[in-house]
């Protein structure tokens, strides 16, 4: 087992026990706020872990549980709403002052909030970690990679890549006669291909970088494409441990 396997492995079962451990102290903190506030707590306990995946099950009990939240009236002993101006039962007038503070179930929030702290930030140092030092020996992966293609533009991004990316473009107009390469990577190899749709080469450009701090930076290349209306064209971009990518192509 490699070290980044190792690393690997450490952060995965830092976020499994640190997202359990935080699904555990929220249903406590739940059950206990809920029954001090004289709410049903089992139900509401229920919800909050049901709907814990996306925080939705919190949200309902802070803004909707909540606000029916009970206290004992000094006058009658019946329990009233904490938000009512009068006693539901006898009466008499609710003095705020009077109307207790729930602080018993806080200590429980507080671990929920430092477990799902523990938990992302695991997250993360499994992300730097992997960007300081990516993985050898493994293929079709990217790290921070980010692709967006929209009409006759193409954009691919990536922190680390060793994957292969594919966009075919239209040529829907007499005036779309070439293809604007930009491109800058600071280490790997980046092989970019032109072909049409049924594979047939048209250009291949391959810059092979022997260390981390070699780069290499294609500006505004352009690619002649007589081609007529409909054709449709395949750029494919293949990294090989490839850092700080940056690409752009143009149909135009």
């Not at 005036?175 to 250009?203: F, H, K, M, W």
């Not at 750029?235 to 990518?245: H, P």
């Amino acid at each position: 087992m490699n070290m980044f396997s190792v690393i690997s492995l450490i952060f995965f079962l830092l976020m499994g026990v640190s997202f359990i451990s935080a699904a555990v102290f929220v249903a406590i903190w739940t059950y206990k706020d809920a029954k001090e506030r004289g709410l049903p707590a089992g139900l509401w306990t229920f919800i909050v872990v049901l709907f814990s995946k996306d925080l939705l099950g919190i949200l309902l009990y802070v803004l909707i549980g909540r606000r029916d939240s009970r206290f004992a009236c000094p006058n009658c002993g019946e329990k009233t709403l904490t938000r009512g101006k009068h006693c539901s039962e006898c009466g008499t007038p609710i003095d705020a002052a009077k109307i207790p503070v729930f602080r018993n179930a806080r200590k429980w929030l507080v671990a929920f909030g430092i477990a799902l702290a523990v938990g992302f930030g695991s997250i993360f140092g499994f992300f730097i970690s992997a960007v300081a030092q990516p993985p050898e020996g493994l293929n079709n992966i990217s790290i921070g990679s980010f692709s967006n293609g929209v009409g006759n533009e193409w954009t691919y991004t990536a922190m680390y890549s060793t994957q292969t990316q594919t966009r075919d473009f239209y040529i829907t107009d007499k005036l779309e006669d070439e293809l604007i390469l930009d491109a800058t990577a600071s280490s790997g190899t980046v092989t970019v291909l032109v072909s049409l749709a049924d594979e047939t080469p048209l250009v291949g450009m391959s810059y092979p970088l022997s260390s981390g701090t070699d780069e290499f930076v294609v500006n505004h290349t352009t690619i002649p494409l007589d081609f007529p209306e409909g054709t449709r064209i395949r750029l494919t971009i293949i990294t090989d441990r490839a850092r700080d990518v940056d690409f752009s192509a143009t149909l135009s």
